[in-house]
C-alpha cells in the first residue's frame, strides 16, 4: 500500500533551525519548552490553544501555566528570534542579488473589546454593498519571498508587528498606522543587513495600494526600492523644465493611470514566467513622475492593460516604483520591467500566508488576555509557521517535493502547507500500516466488524452518559 514517505531531513532542518534560536533563551528548560511547544504545534487537530499543545504531547495531567507563561512573561523574546530567522534566510540570498519583500495588514478576530488592540474593524467577510466592522486586532506581516523557482514562490513572514488603531486603545503597545508599521519594518531590515555585513544590498518591496502613500515615499530607506499599486485616479505630475524660470518642483500635470490605459498605441508585450506557465502582458510606462508633496522622490507609472473575454477578466492595474539614476544621471527603472511584474504578480503569496495561518494553523487561537500575550502569541504562530515553512524549502526546495500518495490527485507542482504538515507528522510518526475502514477485500472485515462495534458502543455509552 502506498504511505506517505518519511523524510529524516525534514525534520534534521527544523532541528537545525530551533538549534540556530537555542542562544536567545536565558534558561535551557525555557528552550526545551519551546520546542516541545513547536513540535505540539503540527501534532495538535483542534484549535490551536495552550491546553490543545499540552494535549497533543500527552502532558494532560500538568498545569497550563508554565507555557502560558512563555507569552506573558516575555521568555520568548520575539525581536531576537526575527533577528535569528532574518539571518537563516541569507544563505539563500547572495549579497549582489534582490532580497524581495512583501508587506500587507490583516486582522485577528476577536471576541472581546478588552484585549489589547481590539478595536472596530471592517469585516472583509462582509459583501461590498453591504459591509460590517467586527471586533479584530490589525496586524502587519512583513514578509520575505522566496528566491523563484519554475515561477513560484512562497511568502514567509519575516516581522508580524501589531498595528493597532488609536480607537483601539492599546495599554503596552502605541497605536500604529500601517504604513508606518512599514516604515519600521524597512528601518528594520536595513539595520539586519548592516549587522550582517551588507549594507549595499538592494531591497525590494512589493505591497498594494495602501502602500501608495506620501508619507511612505519621503520615509523609504537608502537602497529600498517599492513597488506599490496605485489608484486609477492618482493625480501625477512631470519633473520641472530645467530651463524654466525659478524654482520650481514640479513641471505640468502627467495622465492619470486611468486616461493611460484608455490610449490604444505605445503598448508593448511583455512575457513573465507565473506559476509554471508563461503570460504575456500589455504594458506601458510613464515617467519619471512625481506626487505632491514628495517632490524629492522620482516615480515611474507602470500600467498593466487589462483583459476581457469569455475565459479571462483581468482589470487593468497601475503599479509606482521609485526611480533610480543610471550613469549618466538620468533617472530610469531601478529593476528590469519583467522582474518588477513578477514580482507585483507574486504579491499574492501573502494572502496565500494569511489564509494559512489564520485558517489552517490556528493564528489568534491562543486565549491569552495578558497585554503582551495578546500580542506575543499571535507573533509566537507567525513564528513557527516561518519556521516549518523553511525547514520545508530547505528539504524541497519548492517544487521538489514528494507525490500526494493518493490516485485521484498527484498533488500541485508547488507543495502546499498541508502537503507539509502531512510530512512532518509523517517523519515523526514514522512508516505505518492503515487498513482502510472501506476495503473490497473482506479479509480482514471480522478486525473491521470488531472495530465497528466498538465504536458504536462507545457512542451509545456516552448518549446515556
Known sequence: MTTIPQNDELLKQLFGLLEAHRRIFKQERVYQRVVAMVVAEVFVFARHTVTQLLMALG?????????????????????????????????????????????????????????????????????????????????????????????????????????????????????????????????????????????????????????????????????????????????????????????????????????????????????????????????????????????????????????????????PLPFLVNAVPDEAGQWTLPLPLDTLLFWAWQRWEVEVAHRELKSTFGLGHKQCFNPTAAVRSVQWSAWVYALLLLAGYRTWQLTGAPPVPTRWWRGSPRWSLTTLWRAYRAAFWGQHVFHPLCSPSPADWGEKERLLLALRNAVFAAARA
Request: hydrophobic fraction near 40%; aromatic fraction near 10%.
Open 59 to 315: 502532558m494532560t495531567g500538568q498545569d497550563w501555566s508554565a507555557m502560558y507563561r512563555v507569552f506573558s512573561r516575555g521568555l520568548f523574546d520575539y525581536d531576537a528570534a526575527s533577528q535569528v530567522l532574518f539571518g537563516e534566510t541569507l544563505r539563500h540570498v547572495e549579497g549582489n542579488e534582490v532580497y524581495v519583500l512583501v508587506g500587507d495588514g490583516t486582522q485577528t478576530p476577536r471576541s472581546s473589546h478588552k484585549l489589547e488592540g481590539v478595536g472596530w474593524l471592517r469585516h472583509l467577510r462582509t459583501p461590498p454593498f453591504k459591509v460590517g466592522i467586527h471586533l479584530a486586532q490589525r496586524w502587519f506581516n512583513g514578509s520575505w519571498l522566496l528566491p523563484s523557482e519554475a515561477g513560484y514562490s512562497r511568502a514567509l513572514p519575516l516581522r508580524w508587528l501589531p498595528a493597532f488603531t488609536a480607537k483601539s486603545r492599546p495599554q503596552v503597545h502605541a497605536a500604529c498606522k500601517e504604513w508606518e508599521a512599514a516604515v519600521q519594518f524597512l528601518a528594520w531590515v536595513r539595520d539586519q543587513f548592516t549587522s550582517a555585513g551588507r549594507s549595499e544590498q538592494t531591497v525590494l518591496l512589493v505591497g498594494d495600494g495602501h502602500y501608495d502613500t506620501v508619507s511612505l515615499w519621503q520615509r523609504l530607506p537608502p537602497q529600498v526600492i517599492l513597488l506599490a499599486r496605485s489608484a486609477r485616479n492618482r493625480v501625477l505630475w512631470h519633473l520641472p523644465d530645467p530651463a524654466a524660470h525659478g524654482n520650481r518642483k514640479y513641471g505640468e500635470r502627467a495622465l492619470t493611470p486611468q486616461q493611460v490605459w484608455q490610449e490604444r498605441r505605445g503598448w508593448r508585450r511583455v512575457t513573465i514566467q507565473v506559476r509554471g506557465k508563461a503570460r504575456q502582458l500589455q504594458v506601458k510606462v510613464l515617467g519619471p513622475v512625481l506626487r505632491k508633496p514628495a517632490a524629492a522622490v522620482p516615480l515611474f507609472l507602470i500600467v498593466v492593460r487589462g483583459k476581457g473575454n469569455a475565459n479571462t477578466r483581468r482589470e
